[in-house]
């Protein structure tokens, strides 16, 4: 049942990290793939690496904090992909600072990305997706929340605080499609860490802040809060998201997905 075939998947991010995993593995399924990204030079390159595979997908420069590129991308995907049926708001950054260290101008640029940027992306697929937007099919939206939003780490304040606002969005998202009859299913994803190019800056960033006197010490700190005992494979997000936005999810919506080893059934 997890057949892309004549779907079209916008990726938020997906020059690399999970949004370039989800790119690839949407592409492998049959699906056309549109990756936005602020990183020009890396988004062309994953675009280009997968269309070498043979599959559809297309790079177009996208800040989410912009409604004009929001606009713009998913007017691409429709015009020339021929339609939208799967927003990934995975764009997100991270910032590690205790609250007596907070600064305004780290907070505010990290809320724009990971709250506003998503709003954004619900916006535009919803003008898109919706009776007489240009694609006009209905589809589904994943968001990328985490474990943070659900639990409580130091030091994590402001992305915990914005993937908590996600999760909200998810839920509003899926309450007001349904409401206004748009055809649009939302969920959103909370996975643990994982060691992409912002989980391995994260395990950094710990370290100098004295939570561990290594990256070892903070991973084992980490892994001991994760029933299972070990992080996941990025194949682990690939495949929830392979289903969330499938029709063999058809009747999920507005869910919020652990895929962090049990870290969130202990309370974290
Ligand atoms: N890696 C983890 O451990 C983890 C865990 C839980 C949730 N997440 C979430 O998953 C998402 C992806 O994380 P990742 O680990 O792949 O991160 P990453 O840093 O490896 O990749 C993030 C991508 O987003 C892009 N980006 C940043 N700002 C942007 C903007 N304004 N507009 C468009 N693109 C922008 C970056 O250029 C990059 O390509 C994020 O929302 C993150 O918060 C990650």
């Not at 029933?227 to 998201?241: Q, W, Y």
């Amino acid at each position: 049942m997890i057949d892309y075939n004549g779907k079209v998947v916008l990726v938020s991010g997906g020059a690399r990290g999970f949004g370039a995993e989800f790119a690839r593995a949407f592409a492998a399924h049959g699906a056309a793939v549109v990756i936005g990204d602020v990183n020009n030079e890396l988004g062309e390159k994953t675009a280009a690496d997968i269309a070498a595979s043979g599959a559809s997908c297309h790079y177009v420069p996208l800040d989410v904090r912009s409604d004009s590129d929001w606009a713009n991308i998913t007017e691409f995907s429709s015009s020339e992909c021929g339609g939208l049926d799967v927003v990934i708001n995975n764009a997100g950054i991270e910032v590690s600072q205790r609250f007596v260290d907070v600064t305004v101008e780290a907070s505010r640029n990290l809320f724009d990305i990971n709250l506003l940027g998503v709003m954004l992306g619900i916006k535009h697929a919803f003008l898109a997706m919706s009776p007489g937007g240009s694609s006009g099919r209905g589809g589904a939206i994943l968001n990328l929340a985490s474990v943070a939003g659900v639990t409580s780490t130091p030091a994590l304040a402001a992305y915990s605080a914005s993937k908590a606002g996600v999760i909200s969005l998810t839920k509003l998202a899926a309450t007001e499609a349904g409401a206004l009859d748009y055809g649009v299913r939302a969920n959103c994803l909370c996975p643990s860490l994982f060691k992409t190019d912002m989980g391995n800056q994260l395990l950094d960033e710990f370290v100098d802040l004295g939570f561990g006197e290594s990256v070892d010490n903070v991973q084992e700190d980490l892994i001991a809060r994760i029933p299972i005992g070990r992080f996941g494979d990025l194949s682990d997000v690939v495949n929830a998201a392979l289903y969330l936005c499938s029709d063999a999810a058809s009747f999920i919506n507005g869910a919020s997905f652990p895929v962090d080893g049990g870290m969130s059934a202990t309370g974290g």
